[in-house]
């Protein structure tokens, strides 16, 4: 009866098993965020001074950029064929092959506190929780234009503490027990409907162009949660494990949710 009812409420009691260990690329390697294009997963590596690509479907790892002359980064977002990485010289670019950097948007006095970094359709979107602002850069044939604020002049929402930025076409942002949806540069009215039990104060979100949902990572009750875009619960996937997880990453093909902690990314199976 347990199980039945477990499973009418998409309640998935689930292992953290570990899907792949940043140490098999190079001895000491930890991850301080990462992204997914594709198949192809990108990790930041700042204690190593390391940008890492990972091919889902093999496993096949790469060092696609770092060393001595590489400072330490916080975010990165990128594709296959290119990688941004913010840092206290501004946002920087890898240029792959050959895995040299270049400037890519120099670092703004008017910059607050930049807590989290996302790329659409080849722009890129800066959270600045300080400044109440989604910095905005429009890519540009020569490269990006100057700054803009996303938001229009009369939605002034509170980021202070805002902590997380997804990206699909909507803009969403998590902040502590909140998510906010923003379409448009104005704050839209997102409601979920079906969750029996609300989530807790440290979040994390993921959803692309490529996902049809969106996924919260919620720290504090173990758990990732489904919605779709509505604001309709779908499923939760929860576990007993005491591991400390920083960031989620979501793969709809592979049917699998991946979670980052430190030097360890754990896979959980989507069903």
Not at 3 to 14: G, I, K, N, Q
Not at 45 to 63: C, E, H, M, N, S
Not at 118 to 133: F, K, P, T
Not at 185 to 204: I, P, Y
Request: no cysteine; net charge negative.
């Amino acid at each position: 009866v347990t199980e039945a009812y477990e499973l009418a409420l998409r309640r998935f009691d689930v292992p953290l098993s570990p899907f792949y260990e940043l140490s098999l690329i190079k001895s000491g390697a930890t991850g301080a965020d990462f992204s997914l294009f594709q198949d192809a997963l990108l990790i930041l590596d700042p204690r190593g001074k390391y940008v890492f690509r990972l091919l889902l479907a093999t496993k096949t790892p790469k060092i696609i950029g770092g060393g001595e002359s590489f400072l330490t980064g916080t975010q990165l977002v990128g594709s296959e064929e290119e990688v941004y990485v913010l840092n206290s010289e501004g946002v920087q670019k890898i240029v792959l092959p050959e895995g040299n950097l270049t400037s890519a948007v120099p670092k703004d006095n008017d910059w607050g506190t930049i807590s989290d970094m996302q790329a659409y359709s080849g722009n890129l979107y800066l959270l600045d929780r300080e400044a109440h602002i989604i910095w905005k850069y429009v890519r540009t044939e020569t490269g990006f234009a100057p700054r803009q604020n996303y938001l229009l002049a009369d939605t002034k929402p509170d980021l202070s503490g805002a902590t997380s930025l997804a990206i699909d076409g909507t803009v969403w942002i998590a902040k502590g027990s909140k998510v906010f949806k923003f379409v448009g540069g104005e704050e839209a009215v997102w409601e979920t409907k079906g969750l029996d039990e609300m989530w807790g104060d440290s979040l994390d979100l993921y959803t692309d162009e490529y996902t049809a949902n969106l996924y919260i990572l919620d720290r504090d009750k173990k758990r990732v949660l489904v919605f779709d875009k509505t604001g309709l619960y779908l499923a939760q996937y929860r576990w007993q494990e005491d591991v400390p997880v920083s960031h989620i990453v979501v793969s709809e093909v592979l049917k699998k949710i991946l979670l980052l902690s430190s030097g360890t990314i754990y896979g959980i199976d989507l069903k």
